[in-house]
């Protein structure tokens, strides 16, 4: 019997290695620190993309052991292998896909919901968490123009978000296995491809989808999408869904939402938008008069890891029907009888697939609260802002764009006068990338070759879209020589 307990003891005094005391603590809190400071206080010189020949696999040569390695160690390990290759979403020069964020604040809202490690996924367990979640939905719903009776879910990310949202559509329209094939979605050829996935994954994939025609400017044409929905319903098949873009990804379009949102309405098709990058521009006066007729919907996609600038980790699907979330998500179990639902406030696990969750409310209230809401409000205006600048400037040195940025995304190509006009574009992409100050991307429209600027890194600014065209410029005169042979 003693010996049980001696065993018992001499384990804990092992496992104890996981509970540092206040001098361990600070040793590793300050080694931790004075690593991200450094960062932090470099950051304006860091490059945007940096290519490496070892990409991050020494790690790979410091495998797990069952003895632990110094926090220093451990630093130049990050630093070396994953902190150095590849794109760096913290840097302003982030003007490629749609740029990510990564305030400060918000890290030490993860630091405190992950020392205290409160239990967001069910009210009995953690009240206040719980109830810091529903206001920021609330306050969302606010922005997007839901009643306070809508609901929601605070996601990893705008994928998730949308498959909620799909997943409650489909139950909402009561759409069972046997009538996939008479089911009808609309789309547009713009949508981004987590619907796609979202539609795949939630068991919609072989109902009938229609992708929409699009006017000049990469928007659902409204007249085309009501003739197909009463097409499709003269042949016996039943439209339920339409889904809308508050923001594409390629160029930034937001689609009619006021007149999908009508058609939706009179043909009784559930609506749902997608605004992970354009949504919180409504919290800026021209953003909201773009973005009007998004309350229109059933459901909606936001991410504050793009618009509200946290670090990757935070999206958010809101639902005006708080019966059709919950509807579609709610579940009993003998285990959970303790915790069944309070009247005070849902619980995130009752309207989303998560049980057990990230508390991930504290990384998004935290520097709402801190900095309140108007430096948020500025930083947005100043993006909308920008990117009229550089649709400026951008043609006064040659480039051709063929859309006015409707927010903060601008396609933009150079023609050459000797070569091939794409493969011009394509080489100017891998110099702009390759000489790292900044990064962009690219995309295809109407099989043209485009370059893209997309500006929603907090950290960009009038000099980093100087910089940019400093470095077109450059390397446009660099390539014409190229081309010129
Ligand atoms: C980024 C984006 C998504 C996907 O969101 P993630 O947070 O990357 O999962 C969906 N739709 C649009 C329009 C987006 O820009």
Same mark, same amino acid.
């Given at each position: 019997m003693s010996s049980?307990?001696?065993?018992?003891?001499?384990? #804990?005094?092992?496992?104890?290695? &996981?509970?540092?005391?206040? &001098?361990?603590? %600070?040793?590793?809190?300050?080694?931790?620190?004075? *690593?991200? #400071?450094e960062f932090l206080n470099s950051i304006s010189e860091i490059r945007a993309f940096n290519f490496s020949e070892s990409n991050g696999i020494g790690l790979l040569s410091s495998p797990i052991t069952p003895d632990g390695i110094s926090i220093g160690e451990i630093i130049r390990l990050l630093e070396e292998n994953v902190n150095d290759p590849g794109l760096n979403p913290a840097s302003?020069?982030? &003007?490629?896909?749609?740029?990510?964020?990564?305030i400060y604040s918000s890290s030490l809202g993860d630091y405190l919901a992950d020392v205290f490690n409160r239990y967001a996924g069910v009210? *009995?367990?953690?009240?206040?968490a719980v109830r810091m979640e529903n206001l920021l939905i609330r306050w969302m719903s606010e922005i997007v123009g839901y009643p306070p009776s809508a609901s929601g879910n605070l996601t990893s990310g705008g994928s998730i978000a949308n498959l909620i949202g799909l997943v409650t559509a489909r139950d909402a329209k009561a759409i069972r296995s046997v009538d996939i094939n008479k089911s009808v979605i609309y789309l547009s050829q713009q949508a981004h491809h987590s619907i796609d996935k979202a539609i795949r994954i939630s068991g919609l994939g072989e109902c009938a989808l229609r992708s929409l025609p699009l006017d000049a400017n990469y928007r659902i044409i409204p007249a085309e999408l009501e003739r197909l929905v009463l097409e499709d319903r003269s042949i016996g098949l039943n439209p339920f869904l339409v889904v809308a873009s508050a923001g594409t990804t390629d160029v930034g379009a937001i689609d009619p939402l006021t007149e999908i949102g009508e058609i939706a309405k009179k043909y009784g098709l559930w609506y749902h938008v997608d605004a992970a990058y354009g949504g919180f521009f409504a919290l800026t006066d021209e953003g909201k008069e773009k973005l009007r007729g998004m309350e229109?919907?059933?459901? @909606?996609? @936001?991410?504050?890891?793009?618009?509200?600038? &946290?670090?990757?980790?935070?999206?958010?699907?809101?639902?005006?029907?708080?019966?059709?979330?919950?509807?579609?998500?709610?579940?009993?179990?003998? *285990?959970? %009888?303790?915790?069944?639902s309070s009247a005070e406030e849902p619980s995130p696990a009752e309207l989303s697939p998560e049980l057990t969750k990230h508390f991930r409310g504290l990384r998004l209230w935290l520097p709402l609260k801190l900095h309140g809401v108007n430096p948020f409000k500025a930083c947005l205006s100043e993006k909308l802002l920008l990117a009229k600048y550089f649709h400026e400037k951008v043609r006064e040195i040659g480039f051709e764009c063929p859309i006015e940025p409707e927010l903060s995304v601008v396609v933009h190509r150079y023609v050459p006068t000797k070569g091939e006009v794409d493969q011009f574009n394509r080489r100017l992409l891998e110099e702009v990338v390759k000489d790292g100050r900044v990064f962009i991307s690219s995309t295809v429209l109407d099989g043209n070759f485009m370059l893209r600027f997309a500006c929603l890194a907090f950290r960009t600014h009038l000099d980093t879209v100087n910089m940019y065209l400093a470095v077109l410029k450059e390397k446009v005169k660099l390539l014409e020589n190229e081309f010129r042979g």
């Amino acid at each position: 019997m003693s010996s049980l307990k001696d065993k018992i003891l001499s384990l #804990e005094r092992e496992s104890g290695r &996981l509970e540092p005391g206040p &001098l361990e603590r %600070q040793e590793v809190r300050d080694a931790v620190v004075r *690593y991200a #400071e450094e960062f932090l206080n470099s950051i304006s010189e860091i490059r945007a993309f940096n290519f490496s020949e070892s990409n991050g696999i020494g790690l790979l040569s410091s495998p797990i052991t069952p003895d632990g390695i110094s926090i220093g160690e451990i630093i130049r390990l990050l630093e070396e292998n994953v902190n150095d290759p590849g794109l760096n979403p913290a840097s302003g020069g982030h &003007l490629g896909y749609i740029p990510g964020g990564g305030i400060y604040s918000s890290s030490l809202g993860d630091y405190l919901a992950d020392v205290f490690n409160r239990y967001a996924g069910v009210f *009995y367990a953690s009240p206040g968490a719980v109830r810091m979640e529903n206001l920021l939905i609330r306050w969302m719903s606010e922005i997007v123009g839901y009643p306070p009776s809508a609901s929601g879910n605070l996601t990893s990310g705008g994928s998730i978000a949308n498959l909620i949202g799909l997943v409650t559509a489909r139950d909402a329209k009561a759409i069972r296995s046997v009538d996939i094939n008479k089911s009808v979605i609309y789309l547009s050829q713009q949508a981004h491809h987590s619907i796609d996935k979202a539609i795949r994954i939630s068991g919609l994939g072989e109902c009938a989808l229609r992708s929409l025609p699009l006017d000049a400017n990469y928007r659902i044409i409204p007249a085309e999408l009501e003739r197909l929905v009463l097409e499709d319903r003269s042949i016996g098949l039943n439209p339920f869904l339409v889904v809308a873009s508050a923001g594409t990804t390629d160029v930034g379009a937001i689609d009619p939402l006021t007149e999908i949102g009508e058609i939706a309405k009179k043909y009784g098709l559930w609506y749902h938008v997608d605004a992970a990058y354009g949504g919180f521009f409504a919290l800026t006066d021209e953003g909201k008069e773009k973005l009007r007729g998004m309350e229109m919907s059933d459901s @909606i996609v @936001i991410d504050p890891h793009k618009g509200l600038f &946290l670090p990757y980790g935070s999206g958010i699907v809101l639902v005006k029907d708080i019966g059709a979330l919950s509807n579609a998500h709610h579940y009993t179990a003998n *285990y959970m %009888q303790d915790a069944a639902s309070s009247a005070e406030e849902p619980s995130p696990a009752e309207l989303s697939p998560e049980l057990t969750k990230h508390f991930r409310g504290l990384r998004l209230w935290l520097p709402l609260k801190l900095h309140g809401v108007n430096p948020f409000k500025a930083c947005l205006s100043e993006k909308l802002l920008l990117a009229k600048y550089f649709h400026e400037k951008v043609r006064e040195i040659g480039f051709e764009c063929p859309i006015e940025p409707e927010l903060s995304v601008v396609v933009h190509r150079y023609v050459p006068t000797k070569g091939e006009v794409d493969q011009f574009n394509r080489r100017l992409l891998e110099e702009v990338v390759k000489d790292g100050r900044v990064f962009i991307s690219s995309t295809v429209l109407d099989g043209n070759f485009m370059l893209r600027f997309a500006c929603l890194a907090f950290r960009t600014h009038l000099d980093t879209v100087n910089m940019y065209l400093a470095v077109l410029k450059e390397k446009v005169k660099l390539l014409e020589n190229e081309f010129r042979g």
